[in-house]
Nanobody, 112 residues
Framework: EVQLVESGGGLVQPGGSLRLSCAAS????????MVWVRQAPGKGLEWVSA????????YYADSVKGRFTISRDNAKNTLYLQMNSLKPEDTAVYYC?????WGQGTQVTVSS
C-alpha cells in the first residue's frame, strides 16, 4: 500500500522559513517523480514544485521560484520542501504526491 505522510507545517511569521517532509512507503520511492501541491483556503489545488526520480531535475511554480527548494533523499524514502521568505499568500495545506497517491497534507500558516 502506497503511503505518503507529510510533516513540518505550522504557524510562521512573514519572512520566516519552514521545512516540510514527506515520508514515503509501500513503493520504490527512488523510481518515481514526486511533486508538492497546495490548496489555499477557498481555492483550488496549485502545483508548487516537482523533482525527478533521481533528484537531479527540479521544477517550480513562478509563485515560489527562488524561495522554495524541493529535494529528496532516496535512501531515506523522503521528499522535502524547504520554504524560505514565506508570504501570507503561501498559507495553504501542502500535499506531497506521487504514483497517483496523495498524503493527508500539512497546514502552513503565514501570519504575523
Amino acid at each position: 500500500e502506497v503511503q505518503l505522510v507529510e510533516s513540518g507545517g505550522g504557524l510562521v511569521q512573514p519572512g520566516g522559513s519552514l521545512r516540510l517532509s514527506c515520508a514515503a512507503s509501500g513503493f520504490t520511492f527512488g523510481s518515481y517523480d514526486m511533486v508538492w501541491v497546495r490548496q489555499a483556503p477557498g481555492k483550488g489545488l496549485e502545483w508548487v514544485s516537482a523533482v525527478n526520480s533521481g533528484g537531479g531535475s527540479t521544477y517550480y511554480a513562478d509563485s515560489v521560484k527562488g524561495r522554495f527548494t524541493i529535494s529528496r533523499d532516496n535512501a531515506k524514502n523522503t521528499l522535502y520542501l524547504q520554504m524560505n521568505s514565506l508570504k501570507p499568500e503561501d498559507t495553504a495545506v501542502y500535499y506531497c504526491a506521487g504514483l497517483g497517491s496523495w498524503g493527508q497534507g500539512t497546514q502552513v500558516t503565514v501570519s504575523s
